[in-house]
């Protein structure tokens, strides 16, 4: 485990899962200073042999034998419904983690992995890697000091290649589950959510409407019924009118009513940057200073929570997958 006093030594890291998520981790964690990409491990060694003849680092068929190889921190990008037992593996070893969102498959998995983090004094991290999207942090700039009235979401696109068997709510809402407690830095109450399965197993379409604790409105279109991929931000305040485009990263305020019903505008000033590159840094930087992380595992929780409310139930019927090693 690192500990505060080694600062100028390379934290040493590994990642488990290669997939689509996992090989952009391994890539980004590569290029970090003050970072070793000590290994990374996948059952499917095609992929194991992708990331390392690009990489050059160590890859391993088990998350034992990357573990065994000596890391400090582990990102976790292997399917949902292993994310609690290898958590709880790499946290029973004195590793910190950061697991790709959903944080797990139920509220209690994610409940246990917060409480073996917090005994063991770990960093725990949860990647909702829209946060680090500069776009998204140019509006929540924008809405400091701001009463906000109402937020409203769109995450909407065609179907994933690789269908799996879990719905827009779990895969797509519950970024902007996330993103709406963040922005009003309030927690969910009410919530009226409607879902319909169109073409998939799981629900593919979604409209979920909620109210926050602190009397925010907030609604969140998403499906996999669209041709096009479309993630907007509209805000309203007491005082501006927020527009964000997440993928084209452009924001927009609208400010300064008059009784005339002229109003000024301007664009907002949005950083370039890799969100999941920034994510990592944040990552890499509460292990180092133990301090609390950028997404802490309870947001993590409480975004799952909501979510799992939405589909009306608080666990899912998936088959279990064996962990790596097992
Ligand atoms: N933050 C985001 O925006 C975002 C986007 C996509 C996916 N995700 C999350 O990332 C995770 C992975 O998603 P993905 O789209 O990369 O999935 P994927 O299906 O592309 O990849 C999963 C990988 O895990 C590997 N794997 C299977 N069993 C394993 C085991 N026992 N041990 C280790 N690895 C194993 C598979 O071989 C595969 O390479 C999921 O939790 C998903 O929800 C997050």
Request: some cysteine; aromatic content about 4%; hydrophobic content about 45%.
């Amino acid at each position: 485990m690192i500990s505060m006093t080694d600062g100028a030594k390379p934290l040493r890291v590994g990642v488990v899962g290669l997939g689509v998520m996992g090989k952009n981790h391994a890539r980004v964690l590569d290029e970090l200073p003050g970072v070793t990409l000590v290994g990374v491990a996948d059952p499917d060694g095609v992929q194991v042999e992708f990331v390392t003849s690009r990489l050059g680092c160590a890859g391993f068929s088990t998350l034992d034998a990357l573990m065994d190889a000596g890391i400090d921190a582990l990102t976790i990008a292997a399917p949902t419904q292993l994310h609690t037992q290898i958590a709880l593996q790499a946290i029973a070893r004195g590793i910190h983690v950061l697991i790709e969102k959903p944080i797990a498959q139920t509220v209690e998995d994610g409940q246990r992995i917060l409480d073996a983090a917090s005994r063991a004094g770990l960093t725990l991290m949860v990647g909702h890697v829209e946060r680090f999207n500069p776009a998204v942090q140019s509006i929540k700039q924008a809405l400091a000091g701001e009463d906000i009235l109402s937020i409203q979401i769109t995450r909407v696109g065609p179907f994933p290649p690789r269908m799996s068997d879990i719905g827009v709510v779990i895969d797509l809402a519950v970024h902007d589950i996330d993103l709406i407690r963040w922005f009003t830095g309030s927690e969910i109450q009410d919530i009226q959510p409607q879902t319909n399965s169109i073409h998939a197993a799981r629900e593919d379409i979604a409209l979920l409407q909620f109210r926050t604790v602190s009397g925010v409105l907030a609604h969140i279109n998403t499906n996999w019924l669209t041709p096009f991929k479309a993630r907007t931000v509209h805000v309203a305040t007491r005082n501006k009118y927020i527009t964000g485009d997440l993928i084209t990263r452009q924001v927009t305020e609208c400010f300064d009513y008059k009784p005339d019903g002229s109003y000024s505008m301007r664009h907002l000033s949005v950083a370039y940057a890799e969100p999941l590159r920034a994510e990592l840094v944040a990552f890499i930087d509460a292990v180092r200073t133990g301090k609390a992380p950028a997404v802490l595992g309870t947001d993590g929780l409480a975004s799952l929570d909501i979510a799992m409310r939405c589909l009306g139930d608080r666990g899912q019927s998936a088959p279990k997958l064996a962990a790596a090693g097992e």
